[in-house]
Structure formats: C-alpha cells, structure tokens
C-alpha cells in the first residue's frame, strides 16, 4: 500500500513553504520506513543519525507536517500518544489490536475516498474523508490468551 514519495522528502518540504531542516528530513524517512509510530518512537529512531536533535523537536516537526497534509495523524482510543504515518492520500483504515496495540493498514473494500457515505448529512456540503478504526485481537494476542486460559484451567483442575 505504501509507495516511494514522488518528489524527494526535502522538496515536498520545501513546496510547503517550509525549509527541509535534518529533523524534518529525517522524520519523514523514518515515518516512511516505519508507519504508525509515535513521536517518541521516531526520535528514537533518529537520535543516532541525529544526537542533537530534541523530543520536543520531533513533537514539533510531527505536528508540523501533519497539519499541513504531509503526514496522517491517527489518534487510537485510549492511547496516550498519536501515531503518524506519510500514507495519507489513498483511501486505507485501520485495525488495531486492543491487547497488543499493534496497528496495521486495512485497504478500504469499494469506493473512492471517502469510501462512507452517511445516512444523514446533517447539513455538511461535502464529506472529505470517513475515518474507520477497526478494533480486534491479534492472533498473536488471542494465542496467549488462550495458552493463559487453559494453564488458568488445568491448575484449578488440579486443586
């Protein structure tokens, strides 16, 4: 689902007005490369490439790029931090795993974005974007939990 940017991370960037410092850069590579991470995780992720480069930085640069279209922010339900992803004009959801967290892309099934269209309009013109989060167990998740439940259930067999 994800393709290779068709201008270079530095000139879709500076199109924005804005000027491709390292930190934007290297953000934007490192969300490519890794969608659906947070901003903690995408410093981490380039503190070694840049060691100078500051939490509240990346927050800024994240931010930044995501309210001028250059990155999707997902807000997921009970989660303390936003994720970010440069996968941002086609038309995909997600399915996130309420054990784990894990999140992964869900390519809508018909249509053309926006794939919803809902029953009432209640008075909006035009609908540009529906947003679904599907919620489920992984199978990974859902493995543990079952060898959990039935260790659980041999021990008070054993009683």
């Not at 290297?26 to 947070?38: E, G, I, K, N, Q």
């Not at 901003?39 to 840049?50: K, N, P, R």
């Not at 004009?89 to 926006?114: F, T």
Request: glycine share 6%.
């Amino acid at each position: 689902m994800r393709t290779d940017p068709t201008a270079s991370w530095a000139e879709q960037v500076r199109q924005l007005g804005l000027r491709a410092t390292p930190g934007r850069v290297a953000s934007l590579r490192y969300l490519h490369d890794h969608p659906h991470s947070t901003a903690a995780q995408v410093h981490s992720g380039i503190s070694a490439e840049l060691p100078t480069v500051s939490m509240q930085s990346v927050h800024n640069v994240v931010n930044d790029l995501s309210a001028r279209g250059l990155l999707r922010r997902i807000d997921l339900p009970g989660s303390g931090a936003a994720r970010f992803e440069t996968n941002r004009e086609d038309n995909h959801h997600h399915i996130q795993c309420v054990v784990c967290g894990r999140l992964e892309d869900v390519e809508c099934v018909v249509g053309h974005a926006p794939c919803l269209t809902p029953a009432d309009g209640h008075g909006m013109h035009t609908v540009l974007s529906a947003e679904v989060m599907f919620r489920a167990i992984c199978t990974d998740c859902a493995a543990t939990e079952n060898t959990r439940s039935t260790t659980h259930t041999q021990e008070k067999n054993h009683d």
